[in-house]
């Protein structure tokens, strides 16, 4: 276990020690939510921080486990918030699934339990999705019987994030996963969401156990922290050496645990998740221990500045 105090913040570190540091990379993997951004509204100087670092030279990739929201619609508001990065620039579980699916020449048809960006980005690929009934079932025994018919056209079950989760939705995966040629997919697997008001929110971690333990399967996990979703961004984003990549985030368990997954540098700050506590206190293991960690994306847009103005009067 690491002493107390260990993680340093990035902006107590000496002028050189920060020199040292925004050298020692040239592709920023950055999360979004809690880190750009919280309820896609921008946080102050975030758009400013990222522009910086790609005029820099750094290369700038978004890693999310959100799907809610289609990829069109996050690149549309990161163009609104001024924010560096085109659509291929942001990777999310719906990308990873469907180039997972594809390598299988996957053709059968999906249920998935997933918001509306989930489904649109999954149907835009050309899959074919198990429709659920939109009218709530009979509350009798006989009437969820009946409704619980194996269909063998469903060769894969995803499970995301969706506000309408229902209990038949659930009892559905059972039943496909009962098969075991139905593939077993899932995506964020977090025990909550943080959220500024009424929160935290139920994250889908008790959904996966539950339907893991009754299914007496292991899930194929496409999300932070899985090694099957850094494998797909390692490929696809040509990550060649990950020692020169930094990992930006907010979340311990998904952000700081997928950058030790990866091998990558990793910052975390403290604008959503994770607080100062668990910094000052670090009882989670090297493997997803920050290098430094900081306020958040304004106080290293302040660094970032700072080291820009020493380097331009040395010239
Ligand atoms: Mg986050």
Redesign the pocket.
């Known amino acids: 276990m690491c002493e107390i105090g260990e993680i340093k913040n990035l902006a107590s570190a000496s002028r050189e020690e920060q020199t040292r540091f925004i050298e020692s990379f040239d592709h920023v993997l950055s999360?979004m939510?809690?880190?750009i951004w919280t309820a896609f509204k921008a946080f102050p100087d975030a758009p400013e921080c990222l522009t910086r670092l790609k005029n820099l030279g750094k290369r700038i990739t978004y890693v999310t486990n959100n799907t809610t929201v289609q990829i069109d619609e996050i690149h549309r508001l990161l163009q609104r918030f001024e924010f560096p990065g085109d659509k291929p620039d942001v990777v999310t579980p719906s990308r990873a699934y469907i180039n997972y699916l594809k390598s299988l020449k996957f053709s059968k048809k999906l249920f998935v339990i997933g918001g509306k960006g989930l489904k649109y980005e999954l149907k835009q690929a050309g899959f074919d999705l198990a429709e659920t009934s939109a009218v709530p079932l009979d509350e009798t025994l006989p009437a969820l019987m009946g409704a619980l018919t194996d269909d063998e056209e469903v060769g894969a079950v995803i499970v995301d994030y969706e506000i309408n989760i229902t209990l038949m939705k659930l009892q559905k995966c059972l039943t496909y996963l009962k098969r075991p040629d139905c593939l077993f997919i899932i995506g964020t697997a977090d025990k909550t969401l943080p959220f500024p008001r009424n929160g935290p929110l139920i994250g889908n971690h008790y959904f996966v156990k539950l339907l893991s333990e009754l299914s007496e399967r292991t899930p194929r996990q496409m999300a932070k922290p899985s090694p099957d979703y850094n494998r797909f961004i390692v490929e696809n984003y040509s990550i060649s050496n990950p020692s020169r990549v930094l990992f930006i985030?907010?979340?311990i368990e998904e952000?700081m645990k997928f950058a030790g997954v990866g091998g990558y540098k990793k910052l975390l700050v403290l604008s959503?998740?994770a607080k100062k506590d668990d910094v000052v206190r670090w009882t989670r293991g090297q493997d997803a221990k920050p290098d430094y960690y900081i306020d958040n994306l304004a106080a290293l847009n302040l660094i970032l500045g700072m080291a820009q103005s020493r380097s331009n009067r040395k010239i």
């Open positions: 999360d939510d809690g880190v985030g907010d979340s952000d959503g998740s």
